[in-house]
């Protein structure tokens, strides 16, 4: 029975909606009061901020998490190693990345489950197994990578791994564990800001602005299997299939609805663009000083230490702040988001709202995996690389499969009611998925061919 004393109805996919056709989130609890002041504001119909406000951090964390250090490592080589050439494949990414957030945050809205829950719902608990073990495989080494961040912009300065990786482990799982969704959404949206440093870094570069435009607007064809793989690579990082569950998962454990997403749209475009802006800023200022100067770069620590004798060391400073503050970032969203799949994939509750003083799968899998990762990271001398590269193999098996599901789950009358994909939207996500597919066809047959 809901709060009226009336039993909620059953839509015919067995998903539970109230009587006015709003879904309840059955995986969100309200034990400590989960952004009360902005479901009141929402309630109360106030004024276009205050209705924005009440849904904004979905579409932000999810599109800036994405710049984390493996995509400030893809847009620095991109840039690094071809100059301007291959910037166009950033707005071109960013695009597809609009597209396919603002399809999973309708069907979270729609129907009050994550991608797994929704996968289990629909296609029976089996498949949501799959999902939750597949993004398990996939997300672990990105975790890896997130703490492996923080170690090299920690590193700039003196600090060792084995020192920085578990106390950032530590802070993160405290803030998640014991703050409110509130809360930890406020200083998750706070770090984020910092990777505006990155825009700061590329006018200290003082890039040539004509050609910057030219080659963001024009697309030229890698002449080369590395440059193949360079525009594969920046497409992967910025529709990771982890920031696709996380944005629909998160979207849900903040009560965002049907009703919602007008404004919701705008948080998602908001932090697409600024993805997109970032990852640009980050590509042209190693096009500025780096390819000018012909130095090659593996990680985004050796961009930050190239930098300082072309650029300054303010700029290194700049570059190795907006490290340390992506890879925060994306260390608490990537377990968050593998948490919240793990949960939703064997039926257990899964919000930032749970009641922390009894155990919780949801807290138990977040700490888990943290651990893990920062464990890995401070252990001196251990090859990160091989397992980082292996994630990303699984995360370009999974973008199809991922993409798909969502395109097929949008599309579906029963599932979404009112929320459909209309016909144009049908097109242009096959349309997409096409391109994704001849992305990932492209560097298979690069890795092929370039051995």
Same mark, same amino acid.
């Given at each position: 029975?809901?709060?009226?004393?009336?039993?909620?109805?059953?839509?015919?996919?067995?998903?539970?909606?109230?009587?006015?056709?709003?879904?309840?989130?059955?995986?969100?609890?309200?034990?400590?009061?989960?952004?009360?002041?902005?479901?009141?504001?929402?309630?109360?119909?106030?004024?276009?901020?205050?209705?924005?406000?009440?849904?904004?951090?979905?579409?932000?964390?999810?599109?800036?998490?994405?710049?984390?250090?493996?995509?400030?490592?893809?847009?620095?080589?991109?840039?690094?190693?071809?100059?301007?050439?291959?910037?166009?494949?950033?707005?071109?990414?960013?695009?597809?990345?609009?597209?396919?957030?603002?399809?999973?945050?309708?069907?979270?809205?729609?129907?009050?489950?994550?991608?797994?829950?929704?996968?289990?719902?629909?296609?029976?608990?089996?498949?949501?197994?799959?999902?939750?073990?597949?993004?398990?495989?996939?997300?672990?080494?990105?975790?890896?990578?997130?703490?492996?961040?923080?170690?090299?912009?920690?590193?700039?300065?003196?600090?060792?791994?084995?020192?920085?990786?578990?106390?950032?482990?530590?802070?993160?799982?405290?803030?998640?564990?014991?703050?409110?969704?509130? !809360?930890?959404?406020? +200083? =998750?949206?706070?770090?984020?800001?910092?990777? #505006?440093?990155?825009?700061? *870094? @590329? /006018?200290?570069?003082?890039?040539?602005?004509?050609?910057?435009?030219?080659?963001?607007?024009?697309?030229?064809?890698?002449?080369?299997?590395?440059?193949?793989?360079?525009?594969?690579?920046?497409?992967?990082?910025?529709?990771?299939?982890?920031?696709?569950?996380?944005?629909?998962?998160?979207?849900?454990?903040?009560?965002?609805?049907?009703?919602?997403?007008?404004?919701?749209?705008?948080?998602?475009?908001?932090?697409?663009?600024?993805?997109?802006?970032?990852?640009?800023?980050?590509?042209?200022?190693?096009?500025?000083?780096?390819?000018?100067?012909?130095?090659?770069?593996?990680?985004?620590?050796?961009?930050?230490?190239?930098?300082?004798?072309?650029?300054? !060391?303010?700029?290194? +400073? =700049?570059?190795?702040?907006?490290?340390?503050? #992506?890879?925060?970032?994306? *260390? @608490? /969203?990537?377990?968050?988001?593998?948490?919240?799949?793990?949960?939703?994939?064997?039926?257990?509750?899964?919000?930032?709202?749970?009641?922390?003083?009894?155990?919780?799968?949801?807290?138990?899998?977040?700490?888990?995996?943290?651990?893990?990762?920062?464990?890995?990271?401070?252990?001196?001398?251990?090859?990160?690389?091989?397992?980082?590269?292996?994630?990303?193999?699984?995360?370009?098996?999974?973008?199809?499969?991922?993409?798909?599901?969502?395109?097929?789950?949008?599309?579906?009358?029963?599932?979404?009611?009112?929320?459909?994909?209309?016909?144009?939207?049908?097109?242009?996500?096959?349309?997409?998925?096409?391109?994704?597919?001849?992305?990932?066809?492209?560097?298979?047959?690069?890795? =092929?061919?370039?051995?």
């Amino acid at each position: 029975m809901n709060h009226h004393g009336k039993h909620p109805r059953k839509s015919p996919n067995g998903i539970l909606r109230h009587r006015q056709g709003t879904p309840i989130h059955a995986t969100a609890h309200h034990k400590r009061g989960i952004m009360a002041q902005f479901s009141r504001i929402r309630g109360a119909g106030i004024g276009a901020v205050a209705a924005f406000m009440a849904v904004l951090g979905p579409g932000l964390l999810a599109g800036l998490s994405d710049d984390d250090p493996a995509g400030i490592t893809t847009y620095s080589i991109l840039g690094a190693d071809f100059g301007y050439r291959l910037l166009w494949i950033i707005p071109a990414s960013t695009l597809l990345l609009i597209q396919f957030h603002l399809m999973a945050v309708r069907i979270g809205a729609a129907t009050g489950k994550g991608f797994a829950g929704i996968i289990r719902a629909h296609w029976g608990r089996n498949w949501g197994y799959v999902a939750a073990v597949g993004l398990l495989f996939a997300n672990f080494g990105t975790i890896c990578a997130e703490y492996a961040g923080i170690a090299a912009a920690c590193g700039l300065v003196g600090i060792p791994a084995w020192m920085s990786a578990p106390i950032a482990c530590v802070l993160i799982s405290a803030m998640v564990v014991f703050g409110s969704f509130y !809360r930890v959404e406020r +200083i =998750l949206l706070i770090i984020s800001s910092t990777l #505006a440093l990155y825009i700061v *870094a @590329a /006018i200290l570069a003082a890039p040539d602005w004509q050609a910057v435009w030219t080659n963001a607007l024009v697309p030229n064809f890698p002449e080369s299997t590395a440059g193949w793989i360079a525009i594969a690579a920046a497409l992967g990082t910025t529709l990771a299939p982890w920031g696709l569950a996380f944005i629909q998962s998160y979207a849900v454990d903040k009560k965002i609805t049907v009703a919602n997403l007008r404004w919701e749209k705008v948080d998602v475009v908001i932090g697409s663009v600024l993805t997109g802006v970032i990852g640009m800023a980050i590509a042209i200022a190693c096009a500025a000083t780096l390819y000018r100067s012909g130095i090659r770069i593996t990680d985004a620590g050796d961009a930050a230490l190239a930098l300082q004798p072309l650029a300054g !060391r303010f700029a290194t +400073i =700049l570059f190795g702040a907006g490290l340390l503050g #992506a890879s925060l970032l994306a *260390a @608490a /969203i990537v377990p968050l988001a593998t948490a919240y799949t793990i949960a939703e994939g064997i039926g257990a509750p899964a919000s930032l709202d749970l009641d922390s003083r009894h155990f919780q799968l949801f807290y138990a899998a977040f700490i888990g995996l943290s651990v893990a990762a920062a464990s890995v990271v401070a252990i001196p001398g251990l090859p990160l690389i091989p397992m980082i590269y292996s994630s990303q193999v699984v995360n370009a098996v999974l973008l199809p499969l991922h993409v798909i599901a969502l395109q097929l789950l949008a599309s579906d009358k029963v599932l979404m009611g009112e929320a459909q994909s209309d016909r144009s939207t049908v097109i242009a996500g096959w349309i997409s998925i096409v391109l994704v597919f001849a992305c990932i066809a492209a560097l298979t047959l690069s890795w =092929l061919g370039g051995g």
